[in-house]
Nanobody, 124 residues
Framework: QVQLVESGGGLVQAGGSLRLSCAAS????????MGWFRQAPGKEREFVSA????????YYADSVKGRFTISRDNAKNMVYLQMNGLKPEDTAVYYC?????????????????WGQGTQVTVAS
């Protein structure tokens, strides 16, 4: 079992930045693909970004491409999401997820473990 804990959310003005962190409970995530998803009030959860087990490959939703950067540090069991140029429409609960099959994908069904989420609010 893998436990994921997100942190780094908060309230920020439009145009500002936040860095989300995801701490994993076991070293085995070094072989897992990792993803970030988000869910805004009244909307379905949506894909934000994913990173391969090695960090060599990344994948972004069009809505965040060029503004968000995903990274990982397998030695520390950590995954990060650097969010720049934040917009009010980025307001959501952000979730970290782990895929044991290490498939770089936007499909929620591929992810086996999920964190509890961290709230990001962007004020206009």
């Amino acid at each position: 079992q893998v436990q994921l804990v997100e942190s780094g959310g908060g309230l920020v003005q439009a145009g500002g930045s936040l860095r989300l962190s995801c701490a994993a409970s076991r070293r085995a995530i070094g072989t897992y693909a990792m993803g970030w998803f988000r869910q805004a009030p009244g909307k379905e959860r949506e894909f934000v970004s994913a990173i391969s087990w090695s960090g060599a490959a990344t994948y972004y939703a069009d809505s965040v491409k060029g503004r968000f950067t995903i990274s990982r540090d397998n030695a520390k069991n950590m995954v990060y999401l650097q969010m720049n140029g934040l917009k009010p429409e980025d307001t959501a609960v952000y979730y970290c997820a782990a895929d044991r099959q290490s498939i770089l994908t936007s499909r929620e069904e591929s992810y086996d473990y999920w964190g509890q989420g961290t709230q990001v609010t962007v004020a206009s």
